[in-house]
């Protein structure tokens, strides 16, 4: 019996062993599906890929249950959060009140394809500038026949908003003629496009730029490379400001004969004649550099900021094409007719941002013209006045509801206390309604015409001109005053001139996608695209900072991607 006793006690204390197992076993897989959403979470939102590498040794280390998660959890986990994403987005673009601005970037990859990526650019309603990424997609690719324009269409179709599209930005030589026409014919079904579709297909400034750099570059190719064997090993730098820095630098080195000791001697240096060139290159693409450096290293860029600093490249250009020196006018002949074509089809769009900005209006236009010395400044002045004149008339057509002209003093009180002392009168109906007819045509000769809110934003004087100036705060106060000019505020701001910015729109050779994202699934690619751009900037900043080294993450990415 004491035996039966022992045994039945020892089973108790399996059996009771046995179910805390199962609990600990509970939790852990709990644990273990909160940590795979968690960092679901986190791959959707920064910049960081839960996979072999310093953020993953740093989370296990901290926490031995991400040991247990698996990729494979990650990546369905962040497919489920994106179609709920997705869903909440899709709602916010349908209901948007405004006009929504696409651009189209194209990267490469190390497969026998490229990726797409197509972003919508707008501005909310609490005035805050978004950059959507859409769809992020292989095109062209072995196993599908999607080319980019039915890539962009399909794009629209299942976003719904053809009927809020304005314009699309592309990289030169991206999309052929045909295929922009076929996205544009699909928008007018749905839409009337302004000024007739003139301003609906643009090209990216930053390409632009490159491929200006790259016909003054090609003239001293040679002389780039000496320089490069002679300053850094041999090794190319595939940045364009970095290569124009490096030439700069060289010529210092030059005036100082620094490469006149007995270690140069054995090395091809550039003769005179072509230190000569180099800085002739340099003068030539100085207003280049500090125009690309003011717009493309600028946060959260909107197109007002462009047209004053492609204009101080233009007068250069300008000037140097009637260069005494022969070298330099060719290729200032060259980079300026480039420019020209681009500028053609560009400027309307680039000066109704301009006169929105309240430090500019059309006293800008003005300014310029006296500075430059247009020959065609006052038609310059015109073009853009009767332009904008223009664009107002159709939004007060299309929004008569925001209409605000500026009445003149006379009310209708006043004429309601005119017509009371006439009641008090002994005057004849025919005696009153004539005199009632004659004060009212002498009331329209004096009255001075209603202002239109155009007319009064025009009239106000411009604000000084500050360098930390917020135009989307400034009009996210002036709306209430201006609710058409706001609305055409809202629709050309956030046009993407450039579809790069930073680093990337100074790359010489074609981009490329991060390896570690190019050897991934496209539908998790996609995902993980769409997310990071959906999510506000406060909310990553919550995100990181609850990690605890949330400013290292990007750090360890570009490392990670560097030693890939």
């Given amino acids: 019996m004491e035996a039966d006793h022992e045994n039945h006690q020892t089973n108790d204390v399996e059996s009771d062993a046995d179910s805390e197992n199962s609990v600990n076993d509970y939790d852990y897989d709990f644990e273990q599906i909160n940590s795979s959403r968690y960092l679901a979470v986190v791959t959707c939102s920064l910049n960081v890929l839960p996979r072999k590498g310093l953020f993953m040794r740093m989370l296990r280390s901290s926490d031995p249950v991400f040991k247990r998660v698996s990729f494979a959890s990650v990546q369905d986990d962040c497919l489920n959060l994106y179609k709920r994403m997705k869903e909440n987005a899709k709602e916010v673009l349908r209901n948007f009140d405004g006009q929504i601005s696409l651009s189209v970037d194209i990267l490469r990859t190390r497969k026998p394809y490229e990726y797409m990526c197509l972003k919508a650019h707008f501005i909310d309603e609490d005035w805050n500038l978004r950059n959507w990424v859409l769809n992020f997609r292989p095109i062209n690719a072995p196993w599908q026949d999607d080319c980019l324009v039915e890539a962009i269409l399909k794009a629209l179709k299942d976003w719904e908003i053809g009927n809020k599209i304005a314009n699309i930005t592309f990289i030169t030589g991206s999309v052929e003629n045909e295929g922009i026409d ?15 579709g003139q301003l ?32 850094y090993f041999g090794k190319p730098s595939f940045l364009w ?30 003769s005179a004649d072509e230190w000569k060139e180099v800085e002739g290159i340099c003068k030539l693409l100085e207003s280049l550099y500090n125009a690309a450096k003011a717009v493309f290293e600028t946060k959260d860029s909107t197109a007002n900021i462009y047209l004053q600093n492609l204009r101080e490249v233009r007068a250069s250009l300008t000037k140097e094409a009637n260069s005494s020196d022969s070298f330099i006018r060719a290729i200032a002949v060259k980079l300026l007719e480039r420019f020209e074509e681009y500028w053609k089809n560009t400027f309307l769009l680039l000066a109704i941002a301009t006169v929105m900005d309240p430090r ?42 925001n209409e605000n002209p500026v009445s003149n003093p006379t009310s209708s009180d006043s004429e309601g206390e005119s017509s009371r002392q006439v009641k008090r009168g002994c005057l004849s109906p025919d005696d009153s309604s004539n005199r009632l007819q004659d004060y ?22 411009v604000l000084p001109w ?43 050779i074609d981009r490329e996608i991060s390896p570690r994202y ?9 995902a993980v695209m769409c997310t990071r751009s959906w999510y506000p900037a406060e909310l990553k900043s919550i995100i990181g900072c609850a990690l605890g080294f949330g400013e290292m993450l990007e750090d360890m990415e570009l490392l990670e991607d560097a030693f890939f």
Avoid: H
């Avoid at 970095?242 to 240096?269: H, M, N, P, Q, T």
């Fill in 182 to 196: 076929e996205v544009k014919n699909y928008v007018q079904e749905m839409k009337k496009l302004q000024f007739d």
């Fill in 200 to 231: 609906f297909c643009l090209y990216c400034c930053a390409d632009i730029f490159k491929r200006m750099v790259e016909d003054a570059f090609e003239v001293i190719s040679w002389t780039i490379r000496a320089i490069d064997k002679l300053m």
């Fill in 241 to 270: 400001d970095s290569v124009y820095e490096r030439l700069k630098i060289a010529l210092e080195c030059e005036a100082e004969e620094e490469f006149g000791g007995e270690e140069y001697d054995d090395w091809d240096k550039p």
């Fill in 360 to 401: 500019c209006k059309i006293t800008y236009f003005e300014f310029s013209s006296s500075k430059y010395g247009d020959n065609d400044g006052n038609t310059e002045v015109s073009t853009v006045l009767m332009a904008i004149r223009s664009l107002y008339d159709d939004y007060s057509i299309q929004f008569p509801e």
């Fill in 440 to 461: 009212q045509q002498f009331i329209e000769s004096t009255n001075q015409p209603l202002k239109s809110e155009l007319d009064m934003y025009l009239e106000e004087p």
């Fill in 466 to 508: 500050t360098q930390d100036f917020n135009i989307l705060t400034w009009w996210r106060a002036a709306s209430p005053r201006y609710p058409i000019l706001s609305r055409i505020a809202r629709d050309y701001l956030p046009v993407p001139v450039s579809i790069v910015t930073s680093t990337d729109a100074f790359f010489s």
């Fill in 518 to 526: 190019g050897s991934l699934k496209p539908d998790f690619n996609n």
